[in-house]
């Protein structure tokens, strides 16, 4: 069965970068669609960015040239390049594979101001 880890998150103040890493392992796994989404404190899961398995991404429209989706199908790892963080970006991150709507555990991300 495959398993989603993310790691990376941590907390950093307004302006700053992160790098956040999902690992897919098991026995058995192929790459797939991949996706990162975010929930911030009491708000509902939202879209981050998606990736296909040839590289082409999708980042959200409110993220588009801070954030960056990237892969490396040969470590079967999919990564989430943050910069210029604000607060509002404050939240749990979680991987998704798409083709199996399977979701990693997350991985918190604090901003302060």
């Known amino acids: 069965q495959v398993q989603l880890v993310e790691s990376g998150g941590g907390l950093v103040q307004a302006g700053g970068s992160l790098r956040l890493s999902c690992v897919a392992s098991g026995s058995i796994f192929t790459p797939n669609p991949m996706a990162w989404y975010r929930q911030g404190p009491g708000k509902e899961r939202d879209f981050v960015a998606s990736?296909?398995?040839?590289?082409?991404?999708h980042v959200a429209d409110s993220m588009r040239g801070r954030f960056t989706i990237s892969r490396d199908n040969a470590k079967s790892t999919v990564y989430l390049e943050m910069n210029g963080l604000r607060p509002d970006d404050t939240g749990v991150y979680y991987c998704?594979?798409?083709?199996?709507?399977?979701w990693g555990q997350g991985t918190q991300v604090t901003v302060s101001s």
């Open positions: 990736i296909a398995v040839g590289g082409t991404s």
């Open positions: 998704k594979d798409v083709r199996f709507q399977l």
